[in-house]
Structure formats: C-alpha cells, structure tokens
C-alpha cells in the first residue's frame, strides 16, 4: 500500500510564502516523476510543477518564477516552495507521484492553500 501524505497548506497574505511537503511511504521499488497539481473551487485540476527522478522540472506558466519544486530521494519527498504569492494561487493542491513495482499513480488527500489579498 502507497501513501502520499501532505503538509504545509494554510492561510497566508499575499506577497508570502508557503513550503508544501509530501512524502511517499510503503512498500514499492522506485518512484519516477512526482509533482503538484491545484484545483480551486469549480475548476480543473491543474498541473502546477513536476519533477522527474533526475530533477528535471517544469511549471505552470503562472506559477514560472515564483514556485519551486525539488524532492529528496533518500526521503522520498518533494517540495514546493511557493513565494510572491497571489490570491489567485488559493485552491487545494495535490502531490502526486508516479511509482514503480508497484506500478501506478497515487494523489495525496490535498491540503488547502488560501492567499489572502
């Protein structure tokens, strides 16, 4: 059984920063490409930043600049350092993570991100 499990969410003003965490648990051999995506209310879920296995990035034009995404191996984490940011950023943002033997994708539960202006 694979767990992403997040933290870091919360309310901010704009202008600040936030740290998303997420961290990938049970038992599996390898995870490829991980990644955040947001939904805000009555919309798609959107890609926001990916990462694959060797560090290559990429983003979301809206966020290019301003989030950063970047993972541990070791831990079997990744981050986004979220900064300048901007109400239109509020919305639940979820990790997720492509794994390997198992093989499957897995989304963590979400965690709120509210930017106030």
């Known amino acids: 059984q694979v767990q992403l499990v997040e933290s870091g969410g919360g309310l901010v003003q704009a202008g600040g920063s936030l740290r998303l965490s997420c961290a990938a648990s049970?038992?599996?051999?390898?995870?490829?490409?991980m990644g955040w995506y947001r939904q805000a209310p009555g919309k798609q879920r959107d890609l926001v930043a990916a990462?694959?296995?060797?560090?290559?990035?990429n983003y979301a034009d809206s966020v290019k600049g301003r989030f950063t995404i970047s993972r541990d191996n070791a831990k079997n984490t990744v981050y986004l350092q979220m900064n300048s940011l901007k109400p239109e950023d509020t919305a639940v943002y979820y990790c997720?993570?492509?794994?390997?033997?198992?093989?499957?994708?897995?989304w963590g539960q979400g965690t709120q991100v509210t930017v106030s202006s």
């Open positions: 990462i694959t296995s060797s560090g290559s990035t």
């Open positions: 997720n993570a492509g794994i390997r033997w198992p093989d499957g994708n897995y």
């Open positions: 049970g038992t599996f051999f390898s995870i490829n490409a």
